[in-house]
């Protein structure tokens, strides 16, 4: 081929990886959806459940209020009894807006039995192709932490607050938050975690209740109530946070020796 030549597929691709790289990575129609709106869509009716006891339905209903939709992920993390159970549920789940534009339920990664569970806030782009919570750039930071600390991936539990991909990245809102929390709540009892650690703001605000920012509240140990069992429960920055604030790797290396000292006490 002449240097001049321009091969149509190699530039289509290198343009849809120039858009991928500029954070352009969802498609727009030309008219606005208002996602909020389309939240709770009309539903077919669920399929029916494999036990024979009553169990409650997979769908919220046409004209389900917020606080409808709440309770009916209340009732369904809960009616979970095992944890393939629960990405069951959460997979027929039609309650949360987010899974209309996300490719992947991002569940968790990990071995549920182990004894250190980490939640995040919601997967990012890499996560959502993989299905798989952190494993983008900041979840090779994580990897690099956990090392610190003598742990790899195949020891601990990984999971987010949100388990689909918000489009474009950004932050949860508390509405996204309540309807989730349940599931990630249930998620933690079903797990045989005897440490929780939140990673970053929006994960410790809704699963430790705190109102405060991640600086206020990282670094000291909480309970957290998993159901039939109290465990300890620690607050720490983001590996995203520290990717962009690399001198605040300090804090966290001190909240990872908390662990550490934990796991040995
Ligand atoms: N950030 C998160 O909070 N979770 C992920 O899974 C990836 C990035």
Not at 140 to 152: E, H, N, S, V
Not at 204 to 215: E, F, M
Request: with cysteine.
């Amino acid at each position: 081929m002449a240097l001049t030549e321009i091969d149509p597929a190699r530039a289509a691709a290198d343009l849809l990886a120039w858009y991928a790289e500029m954070g352009v990575d969802a498609m727009l129609d030309e008219e606005p959806h208002d996602r909020f709106a389309e939240a709770v869509p009309v539903q077919r009716a669920p399929p029916p459940p494999p036990q024979t006891e009553q169990r409650p339905a997979a769908f919220a209903g046409a004209s389900a209020s917020a606080d409808d939709v709440e309770a009916q992920a209340r009732m369904l993390a809960r009616s979970a009894r095992s944890l393939d159970e629960l990405r069951a549920l959460l997979q027929g789940f039609e309650g949360c807006a987010l899974k209309l534009t996300a490719r992947s339920l991002v569940f968790a990664d990990g071995d549920p039995e182990g004894r250190v569970m980490f939640v995040g806030e919601a997967p990012g782009a890499e996560e959502d192709r993989s299905g798989l919570p952190f494993v983008g750039r900041s979840g090779q930071l994580l990897d690099r932490m956990l090392a610190a600390i003598g742990l790899d991936r195949t020891q601990v539990y990984v999971a987010n607050v949100i388990p689909w991909r918000p489009p474009g990245n950004r932050t949860p809102t508390p509405q996204e938050l309540a309807t989730c929390l349940p599931f990630v709540a249930r998620q933690i009892e079903l797990s045989k975690a005897e440490i929780l650690v939140c990673l970053g703001g929006p994960s410790a605000q809704s699963l430790l209740g705190v109102t405060d920012g991640i600086q206020r509240t990282r670094g000291r140990w909480m309970d957290y109530d998993a159901g039939s069992r109290r465990i300890k429960a620690l607050a720490t920055l983001h590996p995203a946070y520290l990717l962009r604030q690399p001198l605040q790797k300090r804090l966290a290396w001190r909240d990872f020796k908390m662990i550490r000292a934990a796991l040995d006490g």
